[in-house]
């Protein structure tokens, strides 16, 4: 017999497993930033399956496919498929994003695992967050001002709460001001500090230590004349912050920047695509900050703009501590492949 048999994680059972352990993710991004930087991971280019053109993506959506390989002790290869579908929230009453992941054995190729992977992207879009504004923002940043309350918003603030211990006022801005009601009635669960729906997309960024735009914006949001010396600003979902803004920051970091140009979506890689900004204007992508490379934030005035597209193995890394969690617990659902193979 050669069987192949893999495990399936239901969304509940990766949250039983730890899915939503975000001082976990964070430390798990931590390391996995450190083997990007290190060339110890495999992050082929985001393919994007559409049906129209890239502006399609807003209103119709897409599903891309995220693979990657984590080396240093992980060693696991894999693949997150995630669709968006942006009328879901309020068509639905359902998730915008949703996404399966599978790990593989780099060896022999074999599925390890597939499980659900919309907690864990949504986590591990947080956590990154989380890590830049741990090297990035003030330390004793108080202020966080939101653009956006989805779900990425929700798992940003769970980062930045674990990151930023002076955090005592939060700013909620949405298109949908009962999404904002809503999104701070949820986040009471998690943190328990001030938190007000801001009227304006400037009432969220003027006076804010740290903002993140995480929207489904159709146009920029964030204007050069919001933001200010000192500020962490993070720019999540697509082409949400004006050129001034971004030829403010002393600083631009980015998760990978080849694959934000590859992207091409969000603001910089529009402005590098217009010939506004080019590769040296990029101070450093996050992983050469986390290994202690290039200097994080050196002084207390400096604007900080951080640009995080996205990748595969920030999932992979996260997913491999849950499976390995689900493996010890005894959890999941075994699904054979087959008991020999037809062909080899
Ligand atoms: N960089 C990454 O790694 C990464 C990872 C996951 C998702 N994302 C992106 O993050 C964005 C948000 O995702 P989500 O899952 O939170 O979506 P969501 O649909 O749950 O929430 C988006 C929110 O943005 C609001 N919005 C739309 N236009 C707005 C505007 N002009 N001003 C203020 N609010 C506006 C909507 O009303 C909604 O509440 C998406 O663009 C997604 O592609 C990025």
Redesign the pocket.
Known sequence: MNRVEFLYLSQQEVIECGGLDMAKTIEDLEEVFKLHHKGDTVVPAKVALRWGDIHSEETRGRINAMPGHVGGNVDVSGIKWIA?A?QN?IKYRM???SALTILNDPYQGFPLCVMDGTVI??MR?GG?TGVAAKYLAIKDSRVVGL???????RTQLMALKEVLPHLARVKV????KE?SEAFIESAREYVQVDMTVADT?EEAVTGSDVVVS??????P?IKGEWVKEGMFIAN???YETEFDALKKADKIVVDDWYQVKHRGTQTTAIMFNQGLLTDQDIYAELGAVVSGDRPGREKERELVFFN???MGIEDIIVASRIYRTARVKGMGTTLKLWDSPLWF
């Not at 653009?147 to 918003?153: E, K, L």
């Not at 801005?173 to 949908?176: E, I, Q, T, V, W």
Request: hydrophobic share 35%; net charge positive; charged share 15%.
């Open positions: 968006s942006p929230p998730p915008r994003a992207s949504a879009t990154v653009i956006g309350a989805g779900t990425q918003n801005y949405d298109l949908r999404r997309a995480a929207t489904t914006a159709k146009a949001i999540v979902g697509g995080p597209v996205g």
